[in-house]
């Protein structure tokens, strides 16, 4: 029967990733956040479903429908996202960060309603945990990918990237070419590994996610 059927790419495999903004708290009512719409990991989560995987999804605020079949986890803040990440991160064969993670939360969030009682104020800020660093540290470790949004150098900032956080794959966009990256429907991307890059031309972000998710599963599977 085998030569009558072929299991889907990614039947048996565990698929953990982050997807959308978070955001950071100033007070009870305002926080600090970005423009990531969460289409590209929300894209992602629908493809690795339809090809077989067993996906989580923890993502921050975005206003998507849940993927058919998918484990969706919401959460708001990046400490929030790293742990539920790392809350479900045993037992997974691939993880994809795609978060548009804050780099950085307020120090001190008000308890209050912050008033506006002075001509200027300032906020102390702090830097997040990177989550795609403490997972790609983890032994053993999932088959781990990183995006990279760049508007320049994006070469050089995503191989960068891969090296410093120790990551199997990284996928780049160009933010800067209008129409593709944060909020479009359409992306391009670039692909690196320690062996080389591969290019994925701009199309839609389905069709994008299914390309990486057949990178992932072909690099992944050479010695
Ligand atoms: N990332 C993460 N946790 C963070 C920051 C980033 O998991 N605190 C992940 C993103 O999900 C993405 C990758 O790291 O997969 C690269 O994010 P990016 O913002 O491009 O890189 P940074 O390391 O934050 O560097 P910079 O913003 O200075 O370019
Ligand atoms: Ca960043």
Do not use: W
């Not at 790419?9 to 990733?17: E, T």
Request: one cysteine or more; aromatic letters at 6%; hydrophobic letters at 45%.
């Amino acid at each position: 029967a085998s030569q009558f059927f072929t299991a889907p790419l990614l039947q048996g495999q565990r698929l953990l990733l982050t997807a959308g903004p978070t955001r950071e708290a100033i007070d009870p009512v305002r926080y600090i956040s970005n423009h990531s719409s969460g289409k590209m990991g929300f894209a992602l989560a629908t493809a690795a479903a339809a090809m077989g995987a067993e996906v989580t999804l923890v993502t921050g605020p975005v206003n998507l429908p849940t993927p058919a079949g998918v484990k969706r986890i919401d959460v708001e803040s990046a400490e929030q996202m790293l742990a539920a990440v790392m809350a479900n991160i045993a037992e997974q064969q691939i993880f994809i960060g795609c978060a548009a993670v804050a780099d950085y939360r307020v120090a001190n969030p008000a308890e209050n309603k912050l008033k506006k009682t002075n001509d200027t104020m300032q906020l102390q800020l702090v830097k997040n945990p990177d989550i795609l660093a403490t997972v790609a540290a983890q032994t053993p470790r999932p088959f781990t990918v990183g995006f990279a949004a760049e508007t320049h150098n994006l070469a050089q900032y995503a191989l960068d990237k891969l090296h410093r956080k120790q990551l199997d794959m990284i996928a780049a966009n160009d933010v800067s070419v209008a129409g593709q990256g944060f909020n479009a429907d359409n992306n391009a991307l670039k692909v690196f590994t320690k062996d080389g890059c591969h290019d994925l031309p701009a199309t839609d972000k389905l069709n994008l996610a299914k390309q990486l998710l057949n990178l992932i599963v072909n690099y992944k599977s050479k010695p």
